[in-house]
């Protein structure tokens, strides 16, 4: 269920001395329903740690699950790897609910009447509360607690002042979202996603970030990290990121991704150091450790860039496929237009083919001849473009960031994309002398032909080359801007999947759902699951879910309705699927399969 449904698809393995982790427990407010990845109260955190411990890079895993309830987030984190300085669990009001999500149970009274010490399950929260102390005492783990509200009614401020009494009694650290909002002045209609959506904004989970960054490092979390040079933190975050790469098995992207944003991190402190006249010797450091993660990153999503380039001509309606076989159509036709010319019956042969119909069809407006050569519009460009594939395979990264997998396949990648090249090179060459050889024997048998029979000829020739060219150069374009961009360091850490439909037409009122599964095919991960909630009504609507960076795959879309047992059917208006301000493919619903129970899959997708 995690690697579904979590924001990651790892998790750490091992404790690193270079590295300071906290945990980030709870619910859907944790897992961060409705923001991007990097809008998260773990990422902002980890933000703002980076910027205020010296010497120590900082991670915040963020374990948040949608749906869980106490037990489901405390029993869960029990079962990893205990590799953390502190815990922060973020509740809501519905999670001490037993069995919500396990077994879809609905309770009729008021959420809290389930917090209350004397119901059977404020007993099981109390006992909850206990195991935690237990657990943060025998591993000396702080541990912090955020309820996640904005409403001020008496059932919020019941089981928050219930909460904040369990964490008072265990030493634990307690935060209540709605004094950070109040203390900012922020509006209500600025805490959530939309207005169907009461899931914490981007600005909401940020407010209450730096709230609890400045709430524990007035408790102490922090003092025994504050010590040491901040020069010695680059060296710091590339051994962890080494760390997590070859011990922990993070996807490359993942921990490069981070130690680029801790270095960020890190450099502005170092700045804010530098502006009171403090040299602390960091970006002589920085620089370096930063040239090699940055050239790392970049070669990991070029080599998966090129990956799923390779991967979309193996369907057959790719592009280079029906290219070739088109050319090797148009290389037929000349092939037998200049046979016939040179059999020395052209004239009577076009004159019989001409009565019996046959050349239907074939009415292009012809050109003077002779026809400009398809090796000046199509095969130089080929031929650069085969150059600059092959000049890809030339590239290093540091030492500490090998990856000799992904090295053997971008090579077997850029292998088949070159011989695909080869094979259009070879092509165009042919249709390119066949055409020359049709051009040259018209000319010869001109004297022989009236002006309507060579018109009738040089429009045939006319035609093969201007569908060859049509067949040939949108794919070189394409490819040539894949090749213009593959060497930009323009990249993003996931992938975002837009979905725009008219709700009215399938949905009753109310707040719904629609989730999104994305199957990957490159770079190479396990499925991820992500969903948006919407508010029903006739107006197209327009809801955006976020997965980790993805280049090939598959999506897939389903909805759900929160009234009646029967899952309603949509139309989507438009799909477009995108990474940061990166290629961006648009799906139209025809493009679409209907699968029973109202799921649409997509075909396979390419963001090259």
């Given at each position: 269920?995690?690697?579904?449904?979590?924001?990651?698809?790892?998790?750490?393995?091992?404790?690193?001395?270079?590295?300071?982790?906290?945990?980030?427990?709870?619910?859907?407010?944790?897992?961060?329903?409705?923001?991007?990845?990097?809008?998260?109260?773990?990422?902002?955190?980890?933000?703002?740690?980076?910027?205020?411990?010296?010497?120590?890079?900082?991670?915040?895993?963020?374990?948040?699950?949608?749906?869980?309830?106490?037990?489901?987030?405390?029993?869960?984190?029990?079962?990893?790897?205990?590799v953390y300085a502190g815990i922060i669990?973020?509740?809501?009001?519905?999670?001490?609910?037993?069995?919500?999500?396990?077994?879809?149970?609905?309770?009729?009274?008021?959420?809290?009447?389930?917090?209350?010490?004397?119901?059977?399950?404020?007993?099981?929260?109390?006992?909850?509360?206990?195991?935690?102390?237990?657990?943060?005492?025998?591993?000396?783990?702080?541990?912090?607690?955020?309820?996640?509200?904005?409403?001020?009614?008496?059932?919020?401020?019941?089981?928050?002042?219930?909460?904040?009494?369990?964490?008072?009694?265990?030493?634990?650290?307690?935060?209540?979202?709605?004094?950070?909002?109040?203390e900012r002045n922020m509006q209500r209609?600025?805490?959530?996603?939309?207005?169907?959506?009461?899931?914490?904004?981007?600005?909401?989970?940020?407010?209450?970030?730096?709230?609890?960054?400045?709430?524990?490092?007035?408790?102490?979390?922090?003092?025994?990290?504050?010590?040491?040079?901040?020069?010695?933190?680059?060296?710091?975050?590339?051994?962890?990121?080494?760390?997590?790469?070859?011990?922990?098995?993070?996807?490359?992207?993942?921990?490069?991704?981070?130690?680029?944003?801790?270095?960020?991190?890190?450099?502005?402190?170092?700045?804010?150091?530098?502006?009171?006249?403090?040299?602390?010797?960091?970006?002589?450091?920085?620089?370096?450790?930063?040239?090699?993660?940055?050239?790392?990153?970049?070669?990991?999503?070029?080599?998966?860039?090129?990956?799923?380039?390779?991967?979309?001509?193996?369907?057959?309606?790719?592009?280079?496929?029906?290219?070739?076989?088109?050319?090797?159509?148009?290389?037929?036709?000349?092939?037998?237009?200049?046979?016939?010319?040179?059999?020395?019956?052209?004239?009577?042969?076009?004159?019989?083919?001409?009565?019996?119909?046959?050349?239907?069809?074939?009415?292009?407006?012809?050109?003077?001849?002779?026809?400009?050569?398809?090796?000046?519009?199509?095969?130089?460009?080929?031929?650069?473009?085969?150059?600059?594939?092959?000049?890809?395979?030339?590239?290093?990264?540091?030492?500490?960031?090998?990856?000799?997998?992904?090295?053997?396949?971008?090579?077997?990648?850029?292998?088949?994309?070159?011989?695909?090249?080869?094979?259009?090179?070879?092509?165009?060459?042919?249709?390119?002398?066949?055409?020359?050889?049709?051009?040259?024997?018209?000319?010869?048998?001109?004297?022989?032909?009236?002006?309507?029979?060579?018109?009738?000829?040089?429009?045939?020739?006319?035609?093969?080359?201007?569908?060859?060219?049509?067949?040939?150069?949108?794919?070189?374009?394409?490819?040539?801007?894949?090749?213009?961009?593959?060497?930009?360091?323009?990249?993003?850490?996931?992938?975002?999947?837009?979905?725009?439909?008219?709700?009215?037409?399938?949905?009753?009122?109310?707040?719904?759902?629609?989730?999104?599964?994305?199957?990957?095919?490159?770079?190479?991960?396990?499925?991820?699951?992500?969903?948006?909630?919407?508010?029903?009504?006739?107006?197209?609507?327009?809801?955006?879910?976020?997965?980790?960076?993805?280049?090939?795959?598959?999506?897939?879309?389903?909805?759900?309705?929160?009234?009646?047992?029967?899952?309603?059917?949509?139309?989507?208006?438009?799909?477009?699927?995108?990474?940061?301000?990166?290629?961006?493919?648009?799906?139209?619903?025809?493009?679409?399969?209907?699968?029973?129970?109202?799921?649409?899959?997509?075909?396979?997708?390419?963001?090259?």
């Amino acid at each position: 269920m995690r690697v579904m449904y979590g924001r990651r698809d790892w998790l750490p393995a091992t404790k690193t001395d270079t590295l300071v982790r906290f945990a980030f427990l709870g619910d859907s407010n944790a897992y961060g329903a409705g923001v991007a990845p990097d809008q998260t109260l773990a990422a902002n955190v980890e933000r703002q740690l980076n910027e205020l411990l010296p010497a120590w890079p900082v991670e915040c895993v963020n374990f948040g699950i949608s749906g869980y309830n106490i037990w489901n987030s405390w029993t869960a984190f029990l079962q990893v790897p205990q590799v953390y300085a502190g815990i922060i669990l973020t509740l809501c009001d519905n999670d001490a609910d037993f069995f919500c999500r396990s077994y879809r149970c609905s309770f009729s009274q008021p959420y809290e009447t389930r917090w209350n010490p004397d119901h059977p399950f404020g007993k099981a929260v109390v006992r909850c509360f206990d195991q935690i102390a237990t657990f943060s005492h025998d591993l000396s783990i702080p541990v912090a607690v955020v309820f996640s509200s904005s409403f001020d009614s008496r059932g919020q401020k019941f089981i928050c002042d219930i909460i904040q009494g369990l964490c008072l009694e265990r030493n634990f650290c307690f935060l209540h979202t709605l004094s950070v909002y109040r203390e900012r002045n922020m509006q209500r209609e600025d805490l959530h996603v939309s207005s169907a959506d009461m899931h914490p904004s981007a600005a909401a989970h940020n407010a209450v970030g730096r709230h609890l960054v400045r709430e524990l490092r007035k408790s102490g979390w922090f003092d025994r990290f504050m010590a040491g040079s901040l020069s010695d933190a680059p060296g710091r975050i590339s051994d962890a990121a080494r760390i997590m790469i070859e011990n922990d098995h993070y996807p490359a992207d993942a921990a490069l991704c981070w130690a680029s944003n801790a270095l960020s991190g890190k450099s502005t402190l170092a700045n804010r150091t530098q502006a009171l006249g403090k040299d602390t010797g960091y970006f002589a450091a920085a620089d370096e450790v930063g040239a090699g993660i940055d050239a790392a990153l970049h070669r990991w999503h070029k080599a998966n860039r090129i990956r799923a380039l390779a991967a979309s001509t193996r369907i057959y309606w790719g592009d280079i496929a029906p290219s070739l076989f088109c050319g090797a159509e148009e290389r037929m036709k000349l092939e037998e237009i200049a046979y016939a010319i040179e059999c020395g019956s052209g004239k009577f042969i076009l004159s019989h083919s001409l009565k019996d119909g046959a050349m239907v069809g074939e009415s292009e407006p012809p050109q003077p001849l002779p026809l400009a050569g398809i090796e000046e519009i199509c095969l130089a460009k080929l031929q650069s473009l085969r150059s600059g594939f092959e000049n890809l395979a030339e590239f290093t990264s540091p030492s500490a960031f090998e990856f000799s997998l992904l090295d053997k396949t971008f090579q077997s990648d850029l292998n088949r994309i070159a011989f695909l090249l080869d094979r259009s090179i070879v092509e165009c060459k042919a249709i390119h002398q066949a055409l020359r050889r049709a051009e040259s024997a018209l000319l010869e048998l001109r004297p022989e032909l009236t002006d309507e029979e060579f018109a009738c000829y040089s429009s045939l020739l006319t035609g093969v080359f201007r569908r060859t060219t049509s067949y040939f150069l949108p794919y070189i374009t394409s490819w040539q801007n894949v090749l213009n961009d593959i060497g930009k360091r323009q990249y993003s850490s996931f992938t975002t999947v837009e979905i725009t439909f008219d709700s009215g037409k399938a949905f009753s009122s109310g707040c719904q759902l629609i989730s999104a599964v994305l199957e990957y095919e490159v770079p190479s991960r396990l499925q991820f699951f992500d969903a948006a909630t919407f508010h029903a009504n006739e107006k197209s609507i327009t809801v955006k879910t976020h997965f980790p960076t993805f280049y090939a795959g598959r999506v897939h879309l389903r909805p759900f309705s929160s009234v009646g047992t029967t899952q309603p059917e949509f139309l989507p208006i438009n799909i477009s699927i995108y990474n940061g301000h990166g290629p961006c493919v648009r799906l139209a619903p025809h493009q679409f399969l209907s699968l029973k129970g109202g799921s649409l899959v997509s075909p396979p997708i390419f963001l090259y």
